[in-house]
């Protein structure tokens, strides 16, 4: 049963959530690259048996799949000799079917856009520009259709697409500085 009455279901960047407000997330925290696996079934037969357990009808539901995603986009475009823009088309088709599934379901559905990359001497440059593209469509997709976006990605970048160092704690978890600016997000997006 949960004890906050937010469920959030993302890979471990998603832990954030219950850093933050223990008290309103329940997070559930799957392997990385989530929303890429969103085309695999079973990944989401796995998302859809968690929720009936643990997450009744009616509840707000929040996605934090992308973070883990970016890098892998980037690679498979270089590989495949396209454009990381058409990479990521064919992973949000199937991120946002799983999440019109939940929609239909019952659930308030939320999507929590990829955070900017962790600063590496300007090399996170590549990665946030595909991460702009990935949740201004995932938002577009969302808003169109009636379910919530949020997202810190742009507090978190200069105008050169940088990432402000003061963002991370580690190389996995927002710093505590980000907190208030984070819930100020999710509450005007609804997610509190």
């Known amino acids: 049963m949960m004890f906050g009455n937010v469920a959030v ?3 471990d960047h998603a832990l954030f959530f219950r850093e ?3 008290d309103r997330f329940n997070v559930f925290v799957f392997k990385d690259a989530c929303a890429a696996d969103c085309i695999d079934e079973s990944f989401r037969t796995e998302i859809t048996d968690t929720v009936k357990a643990n997450v009744s009808s009616g509840e707000k539901i929040v996605f934090s799949f992308g973070y883990n ?3 892998k986009i980037i690679k498979t475009a270089a590989e495949r000799g396209c454009t990381h823009q058409a990479v990521s088309e064919d992973i949000l088709k199937a991120y946002y079917l799983m999440l019109k599934a939940f929609k239909e379901k019952g659930f308030s559905v939320y ?3 990829s955070p900017a ?3 590496l001497n300007g090399e996170e440059k590549e990665i946030n520009n595909a991460t702009a593209y990935f949740n201004d469509r995932l938002r577009a997709m969302c808003l169109a259709h009636g379910m919530g976006f949020a997202s810190v990605f742009d507090e978190m970048v200069t105008d050169d697409m940088d990432t402000k160092t003061d963002c991370y704690e580690n190389d996995k978890q927002l710093s505590g500085s980000m907190k208030p ?3 100020k997000i999710w509450k005007e997006a609804g997610i509190l």
């Open 117 to 119: 990359a962790y600063p």
């Open 181 to 183: 600016v984070v819930e």
């Open 69 to 71: 995603d970016l890098k």
């Open 20 to 22: 933050c407000r223990e």
């Open 9 to 11: 279901i993302g890979d």
């Open 111 to 113: 999507a929590w856009g």
